[in-house]
């Protein structure tokens, strides 16, 4: 349950006096009844109306992010651009994404409110897979598919088996499911390559939305939502 005003405001009506105004000049309705207080609680079963429009309040908001390059994936910066200065209109939604792309790497990035999800997405105990594109400096050799398959040592830690597909012409998609320190760099590194272009194209089931240009976001689908819990 949430309070009346606290929803509102954070659908967009506008600031929570704002929204009280509305509310105490009844242009709200909640459950069929104009309601003259702010502060009874309401949950995503109760038919709020206000200025005669339904309002469907979802708890939680899933988005999906083409991320640009010089874009940090964290929540506040004092100095650079972050994934949240992109997205408006979800301010008071204590959004985040989950994970982190590199500054330099570009493409699919979810950011959410529902930190259980996250939670339980980011877990090593998951194994969810993340699928890049990439492009590298550097000779392609036929045991890069073994190499990564079996795993190796990259400073403290043993990398879980990855899926290297050579696309020619030094481009790739390389899918991990853990997501360790610029890893997908370091591994390219480990077989004497350097990555020059990295791209997220996947993560887990939810593929990035071609249309999207970069810098350019919207809300999962509902499906989508659906196959994300399932990861
Ligand atoms: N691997 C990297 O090296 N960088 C990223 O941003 C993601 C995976």
Redesign the pocket.
């Known amino acids: 349950m949430i309070r009346l005003d606290k929803m509102l405001a954070h659908m967009g009506y506008g600031s929570r006096k704002e929204v009280k105004e509305l509310i105490r000049k009844g242009f709200v309705s909640v459950d069929g009844e104009i309601v003259k207080s702010d502060d009874i609680k309401v949950d995503e079963s109760s038919e709020i109306i206000i200025f005669d429009e339904k309002i469907n309040y979802e708890e939680f908001v899933y988005i999906m992010l083409n991320k640009p390059a010089d874009v940090i994936s964290a929540t506040y910066d004092g100095n650079l651009t972050t994934v949240l200065d992109l997205i408006s209109g979800y301010e008071s939604r204590n959004l985040f994404p989950i994970g982190?792309?590199?500054i330099d790497?570009l493409g699919l990035l979810i950011l959410t409110n529902d930190g259980q999800l996250a939670h339980k997405l980011l877990s090593p105990k998951n194994h969810v897979g993340?699928k890049?594109y990439l492009k590298y400096d550097g000779k392609y050799r036929d045991d890069f598919v073994d190499i990564f398959k079996k795993g190796f040592q990259i400073d403290d830690y043993f990398t879980k088996p990855a899926i290297f597909e050579d696309l020619g012409n030094n481009e790739a998609y390389i899918t991990?499911c853990e997501?360790k320190f610029?890893?997908?760099?370091?591994m390219m590194e480990h077989v004497g390559c350097k990555?020059t272009y990295?791209e997220?194209i996947q993560f887990g089931n939810i593929v990035l939305d071609n249309s999207l240009k970069r810098g350019e976001y919207r809300l999962l689908t509902k499906e989508e939502i659906e196959s994300l819990k399932n990861n």
């Open positions: 982190r792309l590199d790497t993340k890049y991990i997501g610029h890893q997908v760099k370091r990555v990295l997220r």
